[in-house]
């Protein structure tokens, strides 16, 4: 009895003085600790999938609700079901679903925040990254680095839809966004399409071209066709059994990745092929963009299919399994983390 009163006035005491030094802003590491320093990451991110047959009317709605003039970027974001009103998939990603309807324009600006898209429906609209458009297919993995002047148009016949992937929460986090709208509606082309893919993505540069690796890459559209036959030829070789066939888009003058933020990738699943256990600390936003399969992440298992978005939040387990031959596509915070000297991986035996 003694002992307990004892430990119910020391504990008291303890309250009292946390309150004495709250009136400080101070307050004890000792009962914080172990959530700060964790012994393994534990994220705040819930496993999610997002099955685009099912909201693509909600995106063609937002169509008829609004312009891309008056939005300035008609986006439905994909919130993570655990970190609802913060408008991010993990705790440094953000993913939406942007749509342009036919003889639209989606204004130019630029930011601090690093972009990609990924074109998931439809054919014939544009982005211009810096007095440069691309024509946006299917598949195409397009990137808009960090303050970069960029704008969409479609001057097709139908709705196009991508997904973009921007580094927003991590900036965001940093206090280090800015934003800034261009003059006008559509910057001037000052170089013809494919310009940038002729001079840095065919294996040579500009014979003056000097480029660290900490600078974004110069290539900023990655046609899917091109992603497709690579993928192809190196499925002749065994699949690794944690990826499958699995590559990293890089900037080619650099061998580093895209954007300093944010690593894109991409992966063919032969029909049947089942990948062992896998988890890295790096929060996993994958998009499927032919087959269809499952994917285990942590205890959670996830039918998808074509244009289905699903999230594999940090230290993760995942095993996916392809019913039919699969491709993905998948980006994440991995190069960040790298630059930090944080990321880490485990593979299942």
């Known amino acids: ?4 009163t004892a430990t119910a006035s020391a504990a008291a005491e303890r309250q009292a003085y946390y309150r004495r030094i709250s009136g400080h802003h101070l307050s004890p590491l000792w009962e914080v600790l172990g959530a700060l320093v964790p012994e393994t990451p534990r994220t705040a991110a819930a496993p999610a999938l997002w099955r685009y047959a099912e909201i ?3 995106v063609m709605e937002a169509g008829r609700l609004i312009s891309a003039r008056e939005a300035e970027r008609r986006v439905l974001v994909l919130e993570n079901p655990a970190l609802r009103g913060q408008s991010c998939i993990t705790q440094t990603l953000f993913a939406g679903l942007q749509l ?32 440069e458009r691309t024509t946006m297919r299917r598949g195409d993995f397009i990137v808009t680095p960090s303050r970069t002047w ?3 148009g479609n001057p097709g016949a139908s709705p196009v839809v991508w997904l973009d992937g921007l580094d927003i929460p991590l900036v965001r986090f940093l206090d280090a966004g800015f934003a800034e709208k261009g003059e006008g509606e559509v910057q001037r082309e000052v170089r013809p399409e494919g310009d940038s893919l002729a001079r840095y993505g065919s294996n040579m540069v500009p014979v ?52 300093p933020t944010i690593g894109a990738f991409a992966q063919r699943l032969p029909a049947g092929f089942e990948t062992r256990s896998y988890r890295s600390t790096d929060g ?22 074509v244009n289905d978005v699903f999230v594999v939040p940090s230290w993760h387990a995942l095993r996916l399994h392809a019913a039919r031959e699969t491709t993905l596509f998948s980006f994440s915070d ?16």
């Open 150 to 152: 960029h704008d969409h």
């Open 1 to 4: 009895m003694h002992t307990d």
């Open 334 to 349: 991995r190069p960040a983390q790298r630059a930090l000297g944080l990321w880490r991986e485990q593979k299942s035996d």
């Open 208 to 259: 003056d071209f000097a480029q660290t690796s900490t600078e974004p890459t110069r290539v900023f559209v990655y046609p899917f066709e091109r992603t497709k036959d690579a993928l192809a030829g190196i499925a002749r070789a065994p699949a690794d059994p944690h990826h499958g066939h699995k590559l990293r888009y890089v900037n080619p003058a650099t061998g580093a990745s895209p954007m």
């Open 100 to 131: 342009i309807l036919p003889g639209e324009v989606a204004p130019v600006h630029r930011h601090a925040q690093s972009a990609l898209r990924l074109v998931l429906d439809g054919e014939g609209a544009y982005t211009a990254v810096d007095g």
């Open 284 to 305: 996993t936003v994958y998009v499927c963009l032919d087959g269809d399969g499952t994917a285990e992440i942590g205890d959670r298992s996830y039918g998808f299919g």
């Open 56 to 58: 693509r009317e909600f």
